[in-house]
């Protein structure tokens, strides 16, 4: 009886640690090189510096550009990249490391998912093609919302197809309760994944979901995603932040909702407008050499109608997976396709049905000898990428680091001329108040473009009063220069833009050279009288 016992736990001891092995070499081979390159403008910048305001202020609800509440993506970012501050300092790799949690997500997901349906074969192999391919490897070592959404809908499209199968297959009062706790799960990634980037969380889920069970023709699954086990984790999880939010800040529900998803997915004034075939370009040459390899595999099946065969082949569920996988890919490369702007991170939600794709048809085609070599030059290939960015492509960013050096006090004063430079204050912890922006704020010049004077101009809109102490022109400068005047100052800018709004510091020697942009070091009393006047302020 003993011996049974131990025969029948083993296989249950052998996944657990295979789990937790391949969950470990996943975390240490996305995290390995992301503390190699500095801060990207603007993205990095921006959402780093947004994390440390949050924990400086001690205000978890209101997200804040410069300064001011903004309100264009949700907190969950934050709170990760804050708390991450907290715990192992201001560094660049902590400010990742959001986006790496939500890479690793993505793969555990895939990997349990396919487990549990298909084979650890087809698990294992699935998830290292996804953390091999560059493009979820660099979009890992990337901060911003991007990657971290990706993890929370490969979580909640995951859970809600294992709701599924299980729903199908329960006979008893055991197994029938395996269903409810994946709904309820799909419901909670649901929630975080609307806290990573909003509606779209709810949205691309709930399109796959129901897609996939028409095609299945599980007809008596249909209200599954109106089932109250999905949405009750949904309200709970996000609806504090929104109601919180819209009770501190009256303009929120519109502003988030409206401009910032409707507006922004139907318009066209947003940046990098791309034709419709954008995104199958990228993923074709971002996910090299898999793609590659897969095409070469589909061409193989194709000749030889391997395909079919295989499917047949398979275990029972795995043809529902191959459905699965093919309205997931579908659904996000058509939907992100169909809108005037298109940013690379968008579709990265497509990239684990990418990689599940890539490995079925190496395994129809019988090249699966050959996985490990693909894998080792992928993996070659997303080091060479992390290295070269990181050292080779980005001299001028790696400048940004020498401003540590700066002998930088809490009382000192920013100022930034005719532009936001977003991570400068990243790596200059010790200043407390947030920088005053120096430009011409009066003929809504610029400020009807997608860019970080109308990120600045809609952000002020919530706090005008802090508004029109920080976005100054040239007198309001002046003034602010006369009332401090014994107050140090750090002046950012190029030559030209000095000129045009602080005359004064001209010439000065800059205290540091950073490419076209320049730091000087003066007393505000310096820059009190003689500036020209651009007009009123804010």
């Known amino acids: 009886?003993?011996?049974?016992?131990?025969?029948?736990?083993?296989?249950?001891?052998?996944?657990?640690?295979?789990?937790?092995?391949?969950?470990?070499l996943m975390g240490v081979w996305l995290l390995a090189l992301a503390w190699l390159r500095p801060l990207s403008d603007p993205d990095e910048g921006r959402y780093a510096v947004a994390a440390w305001q949050m924990l400086r202020s001690g205000d978890w609800v209101t997200p804040a550009l410069n300064g001011l509440?903004?309100?264009?993506?949700?907190?969950?970012?934050?709170?990760?990249?804050?708390?991450?501050?907290?715990?192992?300092?201001?560094?660049e790799w902590v400010a990742r490391l959001p986006s790496l949690l939500g890479a690793w997500l993505a793969a555990m997901s895939l990997l349990v998912l396919l487990k549990r349906y298909a084979s650890q074969t087809l698990a294992v192999a699935a998830a290292v093609v996804l953390v091999t391919i560059p493009y979820t490897y660099m979009a890992a070592q990337y901060a911003n919302m991007d990657m971290l959404l990706a993890g929370c809908l490969t979580a909640c499209i995951c859970s809600a197809a294992m709701a599924s199968l299980e729903a199908r297959k329960a006979t008893g009062r055991r197994s029938?309760?395996?269903?409810?706790?994946?709904?309820?799960?799909?419901?909670?990634?649901?929630?975080?994944?609307?806290?990573?980037?909003?509606?779209?969380?709810?949205?691309?889920?709930?399109?796959?979901?129901?897609?996939?069970?028409v095609w299945e023709r599980r007809w008596r699954q249909w209200w599954l995603p109106l089932h109250a086990a999905a949405w009750l984790p949904v309200l709970l999880i996000?609806?504090?932040?929104?109601?919180?939010?819209?009770?501190?800040?009256?303009?929120?529900?519109?502003?988030?909702?409206v401009t910032q998803h409707f507006q922004r997915y139907t318009g066209t004034s947003f940046n990098n407008p791309q034709p419709w075939w954008f995104y199958g370009a990228v993923m074709a040459l971002a996910a090299l050499p898999w793609t590659a390899w897969a095409l070469a595999a589909g061409w193989r099946c194709w000749k030889r109608r391997s395909v079919v065969a295989q499917a047949h082949a398979a275990p029972a569920m795995v043809p529902s997976l191959d459905r699965l996988m093919l309205v997931w890919f579908a659904v996000v490369v058509v939907f992100f396709s169909i809108p005037h702007s298109k940013i690379v991170g968008y579709v990265l939600p497509a990239l684990p049905p990418l990689a599940y794709g890539v490995v079925?048809?190496?395994?129809?085609?019988?090249w699966q000898r050959w996985g490990r070599h693909a894998a080792a030059l992928s993996a070659l290939l997303c080091v060479g990428l992390a290295v070269v960015l990181g050292t080779v492509a980005v001299p001028a960013k790696a400048q940004w680091r020498a401003l540590h050096s700066l002998p930088v006090q809490s009382a000192d004063r920013l100022v930034m001329l005719e532009h936001l430079y977003?991570?400068?204050?990243?790596?200059?912890?010790?200043?407390?108040?947030?920088?005053?922006?120096?430009?011409?704020?009066?003929?809504?010049?610029?400020?009807?473009?997608?860019?970080?004077?109308?990120?600045?101009?809609?952000?002020?809109?919530?706090?005008?009063?802090?508004?029109?102490?920080?976005?100054?022109?040239?007198?309001?400068?002046?003034?602010?220069?006369?009332?401090?005047?014994?107050q140090r100052l750090w002046v950012l800018g190029s030559a030209e833009a000095a000129q045009r709004q602080m005359p004064s510091v001209v010439a000065a020697a800059p205290a540091m050279h950073l490419g076209s942009t320049q730091v000087w070091q003066l007393q505000a009393g310096q820059a009190c009288g003689g500036v020209q006047s651009n007009g009123t302020g804010r």
Not at 69 to 91: C, D, I, R, S
Not at 238 to 257: I, K, L
């Open 1 to 24: 009886m003993h011996s049974q016992a131990f025969a029948r736990a083993a296989p249950a001891r052998f996944a657990w640690t295979m789990g937790a092995t391949m969950a470990l």
């Open 69 to 91: 509440p903004f309100f264009h993506k949700p907190p969950l970012y934050y709170w990760l990249a804050a708390t991450g501050f907290e715990l192992a300092g201001v560094h």
């Open 176 to 213: 029938g309760a395996a269903w409810v706790g994946w709904l309820a799960a799909a419901g909670a990634w649901a929630g975080l994944g609307f806290l990573a980037k909003g509606l779209i969380a709810l949205v691309l889920p709930g399109l796959v979901w129901a897609l996939w069970l």
């Open 238 to 257: 996000a609806g504090p932040w929104v109601w919180m939010a819209q009770q501190r800040h009256s303009g929120f529900f519109y502003y988030f909702f």
């Open 360 to 366: 079925r048809l190496v395994q129809a085609a019988g």
């Open 422 to 486: 977003y991570e400068v204050p990243f790596y200059l912890p010790a200043m407390a108040a947030p920088p005053l922006v120096v430009d011409d704020w009066k003929t809504g010049a610029g400020l009807q473009a997608d860019n970080w004077k109308k990120e600045l101009s809609d952000a002020a809109q919530f706090a005008p009063q802090l508004g029109s102490s920080l976005l100054l022109d040239a007198q309001g400068l002046q003034a602010y220069a006369c009332t401090h005047p014994l």
